[in-house]
């Protein structure tokens, strides 16, 4: 157990260290503190919460905790490096997201999410409990995995060419993807609601549960549109859509 009532900012670690670091108890370092960890990789032994003001994890070799076992946080924003490997975090509310470097999968669950820096992510995959808001940094995703948020809204941006690697289960899907195509055709997601999408140039394929009736609250822009849906019907006749071909 750690607790730390003194300076305000708190580095722990080397910035080029190995060695793995384990949470195996309650890090309290205060809701006013700065704290960046830096370690070869981490791991946790447990639900072991780690509590500050902003937090940063930079894992130089590995990665940040795991999938059955993800590093627990209270925190108000939240960065990591971990350019070999994931990034796994969890926490009971939302939290805002800071600068993210992740060569494998970015695994955030919470609340409500929003970004102030820059995501890069080979797959980012979500599960939380609000709307998330990623569509305020050049961010830099490859695949999308699984995304659970049932009635939530997913607003997205991104600059490079995007697939899915699970399903995404969402209550509003908001895209402005500006390069390389948008492919959601490879699994069967459960979509209620298509937002404003910018593939402008691009390809939007996706492809959709038969138990949603899917519509539009935005304006679809595409050079392309690829749609599966099964059984239910489909409405994208309430806004002016921009689409070449069908």
Same mark, same amino acid.
């Given at each position: ?64 905790? !795991? ?24 926490? !009971? ?135 599966? !849906? ?17």
């Amino acid at each position: 157990t750690l607790r730390n009532a003194g300076a305000t900012s708190i580095v722990f670690g080397q910035s080029g260290g190995t060695g793995t670091l384990t949470v195996s108890g309650t890090a309290n370092f205060g809701t006013n503190k700065t704290v960046t960890l830096n370690a070869g990789a981490f791991t946790d032994s447990g639900t072991n919460l780690i509590t500050a003001k902003n937090l940063t994890l930079n894992a130089n070799t590995g990665s940040v905790g !795991s999938n059955g076992n993800p590093i627990d946080i209270a925190v108000t924003k939240v960065a990591a490096t971990a350019t070999g490997g994931s990034a796994y975090l969890n926490s !009971s509310s939302g939290f805002d997201v800071g600068a993210m470097d992740v060569s494998g999968t970015l695994s955030l669950a919470g609340g409500a999410l929003t970004q102030s820096s820059t995501i890069k992510a080979g797959t980012l995959a979500l599960a939380t409990s609000g709307d998330v808001d990623f569509s305020s940094g050049s961010n830099q995703i490859t695949h999308v995995g699984a995304i659970s948020m049932g009635s939530k809204d997913l607003n997205l941006k991104n600059t490079n060419a995007l697939d899915q690697t699970g399903i995404i289960d969402v209550g509003t899907l908001t895209l402005n993807n500006t390069a390389g195509g948008v492919n959601f055709g490879s699994q069967l997601n459960t979509i209620g609601d298509i937002g404003t999408i910018n593939a402008s140039g691009q390809t939007f394929n996706l492809k959709n549960s038969g138990n949603w009736n899917l519509t539009q609250s935005g304006v679809i822009t595409a050079d392309s549109l690829v749609l599966t !849906s099964t059984n239910n019907s489909v409405d994208f006749s309430t806004s002016t859509n921009q689409i070449k071909s069908l």
